[in-house]
């Protein structure tokens, strides 16, 4: 078991001397890899796992499939997951654990989205791969091979991935039973949160919202809600939202802020806040135990409206899940 410390003084080290180098993007996806190898659980075996491409109209986009044991052998309900990593880096092999938690917890297929990511592709082209992903899954070409109910679809992502979870959880507000944003980045105007606190002396933050705006937004209007799903002012009709901050996150008041305002425009809200964990704690949990009960708490919740049955407890399914 590795203590906090020990993580923290391993990440620092690994952060400092990549300093977030376009040429390096390499070592950054080797390196967190590596991480997560070192500092995470692996997550429950699966019934099965499948690999395949979803035709888009410029590329295709890697997918994987979790068919969780006992899943229906009908088509059922899915959660689109879309991995966090600040749009540069990341996959769906680094947020893998996160996947098979929550589709272990919640019984039911989880599709994860191998989105291109920046600066090799800025923006737009992950929201592009993430919405082909989705819009493939509504008009129902994922029901006969894959089980995929388009009638039964959610959608959800820490960091970055909720951030374009948000955004296409606006647009589709029809369409999803649920959303489900892990200590999202909601907007790509500010780089500070508006109170800092001791948690945000070394600036981690800040220097990685600046590489994501040089390199992935690159030029962009950060003002549009497909960047910043923050400034929608129309949120009446939007999916359930299960939404997670962190108290050593520099983007946990936009999260929450995001929360009070679907709340005030009569949206069902699930807000949790966990005080003493950092961002991306998800991935690491063999430091940060939590790491494996939250995914149980998200399940859960998108269980609750996937399926409109009720779900078994967190104690009960911690001790199948985990």
């Known amino acids: 078991m590795f203590s906090p410390k020990e993580f923290a003084d391993n990440f620092r080290e690994r952060f400092e001397r990549l300093k977030f180098d ?15 190898n070192q500092f995470d659980h692996p997550g429950p075996k699966m019934q099965d796992i499948l690999d395949f491409n979803v035709p888009g109209e410029s590329c295709d986009v890697p997918v994987r499939l979790y068919i969780p ?27 893998e654990a996160i ?3 929550i589709a272990n917890g919640a019984n039911m297929r989880v599709l994860s989205v191998d989105y291109r990511l920046a600066p090799e592709y800025p923006y737009p082209a992950g929201p592009i791969d993430c919405e082909t992903v989705l819009k493939w899954a509504l008009s129902g070409s994922g029901k006969d091979a894959y089980g995929i109910d388009p009638a039964a679809l959610s959608i959800g992502g820490d960091s970055a991935g909720g951030n374009m979870s948000a ?25 500070k949160p508006p ?24 030029g962009a209007n950060a003002n549009e809600t497909r ?18 901050t962190c108290g050593l996150d520099p983007l946990r008041d936009e999260g929450k802020l995001y929360a009070d305002n679907m709340s005030c425009h009569g949206v069902k809200v699930k807000y949790h806040h966990e005080k003493a964990m950092p961002h991306g704690f998800l ?15 998200v399940a859960e919740f998108i269980r609750t409206y996937a399926f409109n049955t009720p779900v078994k407890s967190i104690t009960e399914m911690a001790g199948e899940a985990v």
């Open 69 to 95: 044991f006992g899943a229906e052998d009908v088509a059922g309900p899915t959660l689109i997951y879309l991995h966090g990593g600040g749009f540069v880096t990341c996959s769906i092999e680094s947020h």
């Open 167 to 191: 955004y296409l959880a606006q647009k589709y507000r029809n369409d999803l039973h649920a959303q489900i944003l892990l200590y999202p980045l909601m907007q790509l105007t500010d780089f």
């Open 227 to 244: 960047l910043s799903p923050l400034f929608e002012k129309n949120l009446r009709g939007l999916p359930p939202a299960y939404v997670l």
């Open 283 to 297: 991935n690491f949990s063999r430091v940060f135990p939590k790491g494996r009960t939250i995914p149980l708490d």
């Open 195 to 218: 109170k800092p606190g001791p948690q945000d002396w070394l600036q981690f933050g800040f220097m990685a919202l600046k590489f994501i705006n040089e390199h992935y937004v690159a």
């Open 99 to 101: 996947a098979l938690r």
């Open 22 to 36: 376009p040429d390096k993007i390499y070592s950054i996806h080797n390196n967190i890899r590596r991480l997560t």
